[in-house]
């Protein structure tokens, strides 16, 4: 009997079958296309998803060689996935990483609503969460929103498709409907920032004692799985991952490197004040009164890709391995690795953020810009775990850029702290796998199921230089406050050669 566990990401579809005691029976991949319209805008084909998951399931369920008995889902996170009253799309879901509604976060801003929003979601605003997609389709296209009846995640959509129903796991509602404390939708929330028309938008909730539906018999037709087995809906993708690497307990932290760096604590505190800008997400994680305080960035591996162009290498594996061979410091390199058009989001909110390398000279090498460039980005590793206001003993990491054991050994380095790898080629799915086991019954809990089923591939210990990168963190910091004072200025300059605005409110 196989459990097949679906991990719908942004750009790549993944379904696992697992036997019942977690060893990867199968796995099928599925990149989908993400479209950009206008500059800054980020979609994808809703139907191209769903068939996309359908295609993975059945080539897994293929593979396995054994009958499914289940399956459970995550998927991306944020964004913004509208259907009609029949569950069909009215357009193409707008991701995450969208950046059009960035002139209605910077009103909300300075109407002064950003400390009465955090402190009732523990999530700070930015342009990819659903509220402000919605605020800005209002404005420019209300006939989408007339066309809508509900506001769905990701993971919500391709329930919707498993299921026939509507909903939404708590987890991705948390960014930005819930009273955190309360973990249900918060009018307080929708009322002070005008948008209580939303909240005929919300779907019905599912969190931790009611993540079970049926298989509907349309869906098992497609699938070519029995109509009626168990769908799970799992926590969303970066809550799963944190489950899958065994992140589940309080003082435990794990980092995704992906297209997003996202850092992850485990506390008890739902919006610590030691939070700086007061930014990152707080998500529910296991029993009331836990919390997952996560750090997604808008930059992450995509930054190695463009360092790998740069340099004329092979891809982001020949970028670590280049650094790997520079000195720590890379001979006063410093990169500011903040490249997405929309700027930054964690540890801290500014939409004009820009990437910088400082330090240039005729001595600079590839090898330098490369270390300068995996430095950087394990800055910010080091930056969100500071701003979690925890401190954990061990750094659990994941995600593509977890191949690089160059990288790893700097990670441990910059943070100071043991690097664990997880063994499973899919954490996400694995932590969703861990999600059905708990909500099927076969295990007490989150807890439980990741002592069982999550594995560890190796340790990577901070070595001689650890203590000189404090310094060089120091140095990071004090650079990027510098460079803050610029990024206004660089907007406007691209502002101008662009002929117009860079934001539409």
Same mark, same amino acid.
């Given at each position: 009997m196989a459990i097949i566990s679906v991990d719908a990401g942004t750009s790549m579809i993944k379904a696992v079958a697992y036997h019942r005691d977690g060893t990867e029976l199968a796995v099928a991949r599925r990149q989908?296309?993400?479209?950009? $319209?206008?500059?800054?805008?980020?979609?994808?084909?809703?139907?191209?998803?769903?068939?996309?998951?359908?295609?993975?399931?059945?080539?897994?369920?293929?593979r396995a060689g054994q009958q499914v008995e289940a399956l459970t889902i995550t998927g991306q996170g944020d964004g913004c996935w509208l259907v009609d009253e029949d569950l069909q799309p009215t357009g193409n879901a707008?991701?995450?990483?969208?950046?059009?509604?960035?002139?209605?976060?910077?009103?909300?801003?300075?109407?002064?609503?950003? $400390?009465?929003?955090?402190?009732?979601?523990?999530?700070?605003?930015?342009?990819g969460l659903p509220h402000a997609i919605m605020a800005w389709l209002r404005e420019h296209d209300p006939a989408r929103l007339e066309r809508s009846r509900t506001s769905l995640s990701c993971n919500g959509w391709v329930y919707a498709c498993l299921t026939g129903t509507a909903a939404m796991d708590e987890s991705d509602a948390a960014a930005p409907f819930l009273d955190i404390r309360l973990r249900a939708y918060s009018q307080p929330q929708l009322d002070q920032l005008g948008i209580a028309w939303?909240?005929?938008?919300?779907?019905?909730?599912?969190?931790?004692?009611?993540?079970?539906?049926?298989?509907? $018999?349309?869906?098992?037709?497609?699938?070519?799985?029995?109509?009626?087995?168990?769908?799970?809906?799992?926590?969303?993708?970066?809550?799963?991952?944190?489950?899958?690497?065994?992140?589940?307990?309080?003082?435990?932290?794990?980092?995704i490197l992906g297209t997003t760096l996202c850092t992850q604590s485990v506390t008890p505190v739902h919006a610590p004040d030691g939070d700086g800008d007061g930014a990152g997400a707080t998500i529910p994680i296991g029993p009331p009164g836990q919390y997952l305080r996560a750090f997604p960035t808008l930059a992450g591996t995509e930054v190695l890709a463009w360092a790998a162009g740069l340099l004329g290498l092979d891809g982001p594996a020949a970028v670590c391995a280049l650094a790997a061979g520079a000195p720590a410091g890379a001979g006063g390199l410093v990169c500011l690795p903040y490249l997405s058009p929309a700027g930054e989001r964690a540890p801290f909110l500014d939409q004009q953020a820009r990437g910088m390398l400082l330090?240039?000279?005729?001595?600079?090498? $590839?090898?330098?810009?490369?270390r300068a460039v995996v430095e950087g980005l394990s800055f910010v590793i080091r930056d969100c775990l500071e701003a979690s206001g925890t401190a954990p003993?061990?750094?659990?990491?994941?995600?593509?850029?977890?191949?690089?054991?160059?990288?790893?050994?700097i990670l441990a380095d910059v943070t100071g702290?043991?690097?664990?790898r997880s063994a499973d080629s899919e954490v996400g799915a694995k932590g969703a796998f861990i999600a059905a086991m708990a909500a099927l019954g076969a295990v007490p809990d989150l807890e439980a199921g990741a002592k069982l089923y999550s594995r560890e591939r190796d340790v990577f210990s901070p070595g001689p230089s650890s203590a000189a990168y404090s310094e060089h963190f120091s140095a990071f910091l004090a650079l990027r406050s510098t460079a803050r004072g610029a990024w206004p200025q660089l907007e406007q300059l691209r502002g101008a050669h662009s002929g117009g605005a860079v934001h539409a409110a």
């Open positions: 989908t296309t993400v479209l950009h $319209p206008e500059p800054g805008w980020a979609e994808q084909d809703m139907h191209e998803v769903w068939a996309a998951v359908a295609e993975t399931v059945r080539a897994a369920a293929q707008i991701l995450w990483n969208d950046a059009r509604a960035a002139g209605i976060v910077d009103r909300w801003a300075a109407a002064g609503y950003e $400390p009465a929003s955090f402190a009732i979601s523990g999530t700070r605003t930015f342009a939303m909240g005929a938008f919300l779907p019905p909730l599912i969190s931790d004692g009611s993540r079970v539906g049926q298989l509907s $018999p349309e869906a098992a037709q497609a699938l070519g799985l029995a109509a009626g087995i168990p769908v799970v809906m799992a926590p969303y993708d970066i809550v799963a991952t944190a489950i899958g690497a065994g992140t589940v307990t309080a003082g435990s932290a794990c980092t330090g240039l000279s005729f001595d600079s090498t $590839p090898a330098h810009v490369a003993s061990e750094l659990r990491i994941c995600g593509g850029g977890a191949n690089s054991a160059a990288w790893a050994q702290v043991p690097i664990i």
